[in-house]
């Protein structure tokens, strides 16, 4: 890696400089961008495929495409607005030579308006280390729970509750009204309700966590589709 690429403070840079960089091929530029926002868009493409490996594979190939179209980012939503609708339409794309697209008007028109909902919130303090192990085992239901939502629910759950997105930032990853947003994560929430105790709402915080092992593992993959490689101190050599 030469003196400049190591005088760069990648980790100290704003999100649209690092795009900068990267558009310049800067390659340890979009290993930045790539990690802040690992959690996120795994956690959005494991909402829509349903799979652990096949979410990883989707994020992949949707940062490999983004890599390669960084000139269409035009900045009009962030860059991680930007790559969250990358990611869904490769998840999306998966999903349909997986199966059929669920019926999203037959599926509303099915949930009555009627029971309490329940609001499950984003964050959660720190707990008493003696409920650790009934936590691990709550927010393990919790993720069964979420993943037997229907897809257009488990979606909006996912960004709105577990990633804490805004409305406006979710429709427009999804491409969708705000309105419809708050439809859909209402009966989210219901159907969650249904199927738990109100207990279960202190373990979704840790649902899908995103470890070091599985962050290192995608960003590492992409940079060798890219044909960085790895130097032996663990950094990408800067592009090109």
């Not at 495929?49 to 035009?74: I, K, M, P, S, V």
């Not at 930007?82 to 599926?107: C, F, G, K, Q, S």
């Not at 085992?137 to 257009?152: K, S, V, W």
């Amino acid at each position: 890696m030469s003196e400049h690429a190591h005088a760069i403070a990648y980790a100290t840079l704003s999100d649209d400089e690092l795009v900068v960089l990267a558009r310049r091929g800067q390659h340890e530029a979009f290993r930045h961008i790539m990690q802040r926002g690992n959690q996120r868009l795994f956690r959005v493409a494991r909402a829509v495929l349903n799979d652990d490996a096949e979410a990883e594979d989707a994020l992949q190939d949707a940062y490999t495409h983004a890599f390669e179209h960084l000139d269409g980012f035009r900045g009009e939503a962030n860059v991680l607005t930007w790559m969250t609708r990358i990611v869904l339409n490769e998840a999306y794309a998966r999903r349909r030579r997986r199966r059929a697209t669920v019926d999203v008007a037959h599926i509303e028109a099915a949930q009555q308006d009627e029971g309490r909902v329940l609001a499950f919130p984003s964050r959660f303090g720190i707990e008493d280390p003696a409920t650790h192990v009934a936590r691990a085992q709550l927010r393990e239901l919790a993720e069964h729970a979420i993943e037997a939502l229907p897809e257009p629910f488990r979606v909006v759950f996912v960004l709105r509750e577990i990633e804490g997105c805004s409305v406006e930032e979710t429709a427009t990853a999804l491409g969708i009204r705000a309105e419809t947003v708050k439809t859909r994560l209402h009966r989210a929430r219901r159907l969650l309700h249904e199927a738990l105790h109100d207990s279960l709402a202190g373990a979704l915080a840790d649902a899908f966590p995103f470890l070091g092992p599985r962050c290192a593992r995608i960003t590492e993959a992409v940079l060798r589709r890219m044909g960085a490689g790895v130097a032996p101190d663990g950094h990408a050599p800067p592009g090109r």
